[in-house]
């Protein structure tokens, strides 16, 4: 019998013990900044500096040395260098963890804090340094439209046909490190249910945990390695 095909989703649980606050754990990025001043359209419009300040600093964060893929991101690199079947990694998360772990064949569906997007010419630019109001595009060289490559409420997450057409000859289905309450992302088991085997990996029952057949409930670090292997 041929390997199923496997999509794997995580969350920013997975990044959290490489040391990123997740978003709405009670120690999370939402309890501290609110989203409506920070991660939407109407945000930035009103306020860019207070935008690029917030994510000027998830930059600089995401550069320290300290910051390293843990065992859970290099759990699923080599699954996907050892599968025979089709195999897709979608990730919410901006960081690039996964990336660095070796993953390859992956999907940045919230985008990437390393890149920026220049809204003038729609450029999409590998981005460390700090983003301002007055940031020339390396490709236009025009100034005042630089903006994180990230998706914010009410803007449409990157890649839906091909996540949605991965999904759809899913044989296992499995989310790791995801609160389930950002959709479209919580909706994905939702999608493949019945045709697909579905598992949740979490430190606690996600809120669509009634969706998946099994749940495994523990760190990233000791559950991915452990369901992997
Ligand atoms: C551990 C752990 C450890 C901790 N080990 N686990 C349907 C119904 C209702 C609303 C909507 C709907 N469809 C769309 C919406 C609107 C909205 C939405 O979902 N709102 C809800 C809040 C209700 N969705 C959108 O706006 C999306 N766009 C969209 O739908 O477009 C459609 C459209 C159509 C037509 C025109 C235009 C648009 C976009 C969503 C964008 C989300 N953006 C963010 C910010 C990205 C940039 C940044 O990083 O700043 O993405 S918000 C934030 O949440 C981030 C994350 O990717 C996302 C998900 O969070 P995640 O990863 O699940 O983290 P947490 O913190 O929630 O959970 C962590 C989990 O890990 C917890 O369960 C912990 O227990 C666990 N954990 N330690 C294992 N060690």
Known sequence: MAAPSIVVLT????????????????????????????ATPEAFARDPARVHAFYNARRAQLRDPAILPNAAHHALAELEARWPGDFLLVTQNVDSLHDRAGSRRLLHMHGELMKARCRHCGAVSPWEADLSTATPCPACGKAGGMRPHVVWFGEMPLHMEEIGAALDRCGLFVAIGTSGQVYPAAGFVAEVR??????????????????????????ATEIVPRFVA
Do not use: P
């Open 194 to 219: 019945g045709r697909a085997r579905t598992v949740e990996l979490n430190l606690e029952a996600s809120a669509v945990r009634g969706d998946f057949d099994e749940a495994r409930h523990g760190k």
């Open 11 to 38: 969350g920013a649980g997975i990044s959290r013990e490489s040391g990123l606050a997740t978003f709405r754990d009670a120690d999370g990025i939402w309890a501290k900044v609110r989203i409506e001043d920070v």
